[in-house]
């Protein structure tokens, strides 16, 4: 297609549309105004920029397809136009992102550590992904209006400094998927290899593909998640097909009474924080989207993507958990690990199996890139001088991050993954909950100015939100149930996690007064 220009800023920009209308993006301008605004600030006159760094860093932006953009807002000139293509890969992009073991690893909490039977596992399941999506898609709407990455959107609701805080609880969610995607994908690999491939290598794998990616940025992401989702969604109907006679569909709960209630409620957690893990990130990929999309077709499109996806791996990661007691085999696997247990269910088919579980083991990249992706975005919005620092750098330091903590962890995968989970769960849903409050309640029926997402003048002190963030917080304290702390109000639950409940509860009573006296003592 023809390259579309603009001027902006002062500073000259290609912009490049593929066939499907997925943007190719020169890096001069994206980059320049970056260094301008740290200019502004004083930080490259601190940090005075060498010429041949300069020199290598220009030659690398100017890599075809590379994408040079940071936090800089997209301006509305900038975006693609619209096409049906791009309005399906909003849908493509979260089934494809969401399909990965990481989730079947989720699920499998239900029946082998809550010790449910498959119909509350699999209800459970498939509402919680269904109200995990929900916060997500509604997050997502933000990216077209704006043009701004979702932590930086959240300037405007939370105010600049408050935001900062849930930028570095988003860092770290997203270095713990992309951590936890590192190690099932290296379990599986080295189960495929009967151990003669460790995990440590299967990780570097998982790695380096994923550095690759999300070094390129969203052209390159969008055209791997364009195609990634076909061989997983096979490989994972072939491992129905292979492991569905284990499957124990009338296996019942351990559990009656008031314990069973509790069980079922923390699996429906469980499944509802990962789905709703992604909200501190899904504005991140609509920001080329033309500003006047449809906000529902955005929402819609992105709650069909999230949900069809994670009911889907739910769904055979429980059947794959009833199925443990019905086979030595794999019980024995599954005291290995995760990710012997998927190798195992390929088992009768021998070669193709293994080929089979090479092949969704290599899903986990395909939800790692996203979240390095954002995560380096986010150590971008943490200040003016690593705001400085390309984006490409940060994806490379994140990567390294990842492969360390993956190394670390590879033995303890299921405790990382129960304890990690809920803890994040806490702060993503506190925060969409301030987000919709003042969306329809406050600054937010007038709508913003995108154009001042540097302007502290212009969005509001955060003092509110700083603080029905942290009431709520304090109520996540009192209610959650986790390995290493269980709160006084989950033992009045007989053990359940009601720690994400109290903490909605608290956050939905304590921001609007707070709120409303903000805007009338400070005006903003």
Request: net charge neutral; with cysteine.
């Amino acid at each position: 297609m023809e390259p579309a220009s603009s001027s902006n800023g002062g500073h000259y920009q290609t912009q490049t549309l593929d066939e499907k209308g997925i943007p190719q993006l020169s890096a001069t301008a994206s980059r320049d105004e970056e260094f301008a605004g740290a200019t502004e600030h004083g930080v490259a006159d601190k940090f005075p920029v060498p010429s041949t760094w300069r020199r290598v860093n220009s030659r690398i932006e100017n890599l075809a397809g590379f994408e040079a953009r940071g936090i800089t807002r997209v301006l509305p000139e900038e975006r693609q136009p619209p096409s049906t293509a791009s309005d399906v890969q909003v849908a493509v992009m979260w089934y494809s992102a969401n399909i990965s073991l990481n989730n079947l690893a989720a699920a499998m909490l239900g029946p082998l550590t809550y010790q449910l039977g498959f119909l509350d596992c699999a209800i459970c399941a498939v509402l919680g992904a269904f109200v995990g999506s929900l916060t997500t898609a509604y997050m997502s709407i933000w990216g077209p209006q704006s043009g701004n990455r979702t932590m930086v959107v959240l300037r405007f609701f939370m105010g600049y400094w408050p935001s900062k805080l849930l930028c570095l609880l988003n860092i770290i969610l997203m270095i713990g998927y992309a951590t936890i995607d590192g190690i099932i994908g290296g379990q599986v690999l080295s189960a495929v290899s009967d151990g003669k491939m460790t995990i440590i290598v299967g990780i570097v794998i998982v790695s380096v593909v994923c550095w690759v990616v999300a070094v390129f940025g969203m052209a390159i992401f969008h055209k791997y998640e364009r195609y990634s989702w076909l061989p997983q969604t096979i490989v994972l109907f072939v491992l129905i097909g292979s492991a569905g006679a284990y499957f124990d569909a009338s296996a019942p709960s351990k559990n009656t009474g008031a314990l069973l209630a509790a069980q079922r409620l923390s699996f429906f957690n469980i499944c509802l924080y990962v789905p709703n893990s992604w909200a501190g990130a899904a504005s991140d990929f609509y920001v080329y989207y033309p500003e006047k999309t449809s906000k529902r077709k955005i929402f819609l499109l992105t709650l069909i993507g999230l949900w069809t996806s994670f009911s889907f791996v739910y769904l055979i990661a429980i059947g794959l958990g009833t199925g443990v007691a019905n086979s030595p085999a794999w019980e024995a696997a599954n005291n290995i690990d995760s990710g012997a247990l998927i190798v195992a269910g390929y088992e009768p088919l021998k070669g193709f199996g293994r080929f089979c579980s090479v092949v969704v083991s290599l899903g986990v990249i395909a939800n790692s890139i996203p979240s390095t992706y954002s995560a380096a975005l986010g150590l971008q919005v943490l200040g003016r001088y690593a705001k400085v620092v390309p984006r490409y750098v940060w994806s490379t330091v994140i990567v390294l991050i990842e492969f360390v903590l993956a190394v670390a962890g590879r033995e303890h995968l299921f405790s990382i993954f129960q304890n990690f989970c809920a803890l994040m769960g806490y702060w993503a849903m506190i925060m969409v909950l301030i987000v919709l409050m003042e969306h329809l309640m406050f600054r937010g029926r007038q709508g913003f100015d995108w154009s001042r997402w540097e302007d502290k003048d212009y969005q509001p002190l955060g003092l509110a939100a700083l603080a029905a963030f942290l009431v709520g917080w304090a109520g996540a304290v009192l209610g959650m149930a986790q390995v290493w702390y269980t709160g006084p109000l989950s033992d009045l639950a007989s053990g359940g996690d009601v720690g994400l409940w109290i903490a909605c509860g608290f956050t939905i009573v304590s921001f609007p007064p707070l709120r409303a006296l903000e805007l009338k003592v400070f005006g903003r």
